[in-house]
């Protein structure tokens, strides 16, 4: 389901039947906000919520995941580092787990994750540390990789799977998600909006 398809179901639950959405008292654009605040929060509790049942940090369901291909690797001269853009916006979690993996587009061996906290560290060590792999890290809305030598950037692109906010997905790009997280998305995002109702009405009432 897309964005605006879950938005569209969420204004015509509080509305009650037929209704024209350029009459609502909800605006879609509101109701989009809110689905992409409650799409993250609940990545969030069920990934902390899958530390109960496991000592490892991967319960999360596969349909969560975002996979963006042919990620451009670039060049920092200045600093002798290979990088690439963060796609989209990775949700903040422990660790840095918010990315999944990373590996080149041909090539399924996973690059090994550094913690952003070790980065400093780690930049300093010498390759064979890492066992003759490529690391990465997060370094604000880049990615960093360690042990990634003698190649054209211009002809190199990599995978990354990644819990990505949809805050700047397209209206009608599908939300990645397993189809029993929706109705929670949607009863959340209904408390907010009749909450913001609540608030908007009184600032009437009390300035009436």
Known sequence: MTKRELAYKI???????????SESRYDIR???????????????KAFFDSKRYSDRYDGLPEEFISVFEDVDVKK????GIYYSD??????????????????????????????????GVWGALESNLLGGKIGYWLEGKKIVYKNMNNIDPSNTTVLVRMLSGI?????NDTI?????????????????????????????????
């Open 11 to 21: 204004i015509h639950s509080l509305e009650g039947g037929k209704f024209n959405i």
């Open 30 to 44: 509101y109701v989009m906000g809110y689905i992409s605040q409650a799409y993250t929060y609940l990545i969030k």
């Open 76 to 79: 920092n001269e200045s600093r």
């Open 86 to 119: 963060v796609p989209g916006t990775v949700i903040s979690i422990y660790e840095d787990r918010g990315i999944k993996s990373i590996s080149w587009m041909k090539d399924d061996e996973h690059f090994i994750r550094v913690s952003s906290g070790a980065a």
């Open 167 to 171: 805050e700047l997905f397209d209206d």
């Open 176 to 208: 990645p998600m397993p189809s029993d997280y929706e109705y929670e998305i949607t009863m959340m995002v209904k408390d907010l909006l009749r909450e913001k109702k609540t608030v908007e009405e009184d600032i009437v009432n009390d300035n009436a």
